[in-house]
């Protein structure tokens, strides 16, 4: 049996969506039904339903955006920290083996060579490389609960999108905004995402840090033709001059823009389409 | 009423029983009775009991060092980073002023005017500003989740040490340790430190952080001469040459050693005894 924590959530979700279609026997499991943030109950219920693999889909990332963390520090720590913290010491105690949804979130631009960042780079953007967003900070400390986990994937996810209308979309993010800000990017489609990760564990290729993103970079003004292209719009964008008119005009905190590198999970034997492909595809299938 | 978190802790029972030696009306919690760290819970008992001041003496601090707080992190962050900003919403949000007893190890070393750190200086020692310890990293976040804080004070406490054998007390780990660091740091005398953060909140000064250390500072060595004037022990005390022999064969993560100005909550109108008076003070009292 597979175990989801955060199964409401819009990862956790897809994943409980992806393991029914597939007939694999699964568990969705909410802070609200089963406080798993809580150590002892968390323990407690791995020791008695014994999950074969856990996939942690909890965390905070704040409503309707990254500006929200600021405002709420507490629990924006407290679900990207400390709860894969916990967590971790649990599936230690139980040898349960287990994947953590982190984020790309933790990087800034590219690197110099011109490629995206690997999984031996250290977070540019981070509490302990500032400036960062407080939820990238947590989400780097995050990863660094898990510095040296058993049993553990740890799994960046990075700006997702599909086909489905959600507040939470990527592609339908940019349909509402009034005005974009034109940065390149890596992003993960969810569900190849969610594919790719599982595919981690049932493949069995080494635990450990992987950059789950559709090879490629994209910059807003791209991804904008191609909306246009699919006519999912009539209405012209209109952009920000730069991030410092963004930052004063509609941004609290700063965001990050960054291209990843995914070959290593790629290298493992798990396929991801290019980020092109995938975008256009559900940019098509948003328009029928 | 003033309501002390982590009375059981080695700083929070000293608050108990100072406030009691003043017939002060207290009440001591401990996280075994009343659950604060959760939110609900501790709002509720705010709104219940309507203490007049809170203190938050409790904290992650490791034992029996600081290097236990590299094993337990989550809990290490918890306690250090995610509590405080949970006591400081309900306190906000039941309009309850508070005081938070913070730690002076965000700092490493003396700025280059030789005089202390201010409370206008960034934490030097912390996840924004590496290398720190684990256990640093966290109160200095843990301050951060307080700032613009209303009607809270932040206190931070440097090395706490008085006459009383501890294993928390300076003084006796001096006498215990097989072997010492000559280092350069300030200290707050633990009884001088509870009586001055209570004047703060009794004389009604502004809120804000203030560095609660004795006025001065001490090295190791100084501080071991005047061990074996007050013949507290016929030992003689080893010293390792360096910080790097120290890393090398006692210490699992780096300390903080370090000098802070204490003039902020002098000026406001709490006095402080010069740090070798209550080091000198309280040796002569542990040797009678």
Redesign the interface.
């Known amino acids: 049996m597979i175990a989801i924590l955060g199964a409401t959530g819009y990862v956790g979700s897809h994943y409980l969506s992806y393991l029914r279609t597939r007939g694999i026997a699964c568990e969705g499991l909410s802070r609200a039904e089963l406080d798993y943030a809580d150590?002892s109950t968390f323990l407690g219920w791995l020791k008695d339903r014994r999950p074969d693999f856990v996939i942690n889909a909890a965390g905070y990332t704040g409503k309707p955006n990254v500006d929200a963390c600021e405002l709420n520090?507490?629990e924006c720590?407290?679900g990207n920290?400390?709860l894969p913290?916990?967590i971790?010491?649990a599936c230690e105690e139980t040898k349960t083996p287990w994947g953590h949804v982190s984020s790309g979130c933790v990087f800034q631009g590219r690197p110099s060579d011109n490629l995206g960042w690997t999984e031996d780079d250290q977070p540019n953007f981070s509490?302990?490389s500032?400036p960062c967003s407080f939820y990238s900070?947590t989400k780097a400390?995050g990863e660094?609960?898990l510095r040296g986990a058993a049993n553990c994937y740890v799994w960046r996810l990075r700006v997702p999108f599909n086909h489905e209308d959600s507040n939470r979309n990527y592609l339908t993010k940019l349909l509402q905004y009034d005005r974009l800000l034109d940065v390149e990017n890596s992003l993960s489609h969810l569900d190849d995402y969610v594919a790719a990760t599982f595919a981690c564990w049932e493949k069995q290729i080494p635990f450990g840090l992987y950059n789950v993103v559709n090879p490629g970079a994209v910059t807003t003004l791209q991804v904008v033709e191609w909306i246009k292209e699919a006519g999912l719009t009539a209405k012209e964008f209109s952009f920000f001059e730069s991030e410092r008119e963004f930052m004063q005009e509609a941004g609290r905190t700063p965001r990050s823009s960054c291209v990843l590198d995914s070959s290593k999970i790629i290298d493992a034997g798990v396929p991801l389409r290019p980020v092109e492909e995938a975008c256009r595809d559900s940019l098509r299938r948003m328009a029928n």
Do not use: I
Request: charged fraction near 30%.
């Open positions: 150590f520090k507490a720590l407290f920290a400390v913290g916990r971790r010491q509490f302990r500032p900070g400390l660094e609960m």
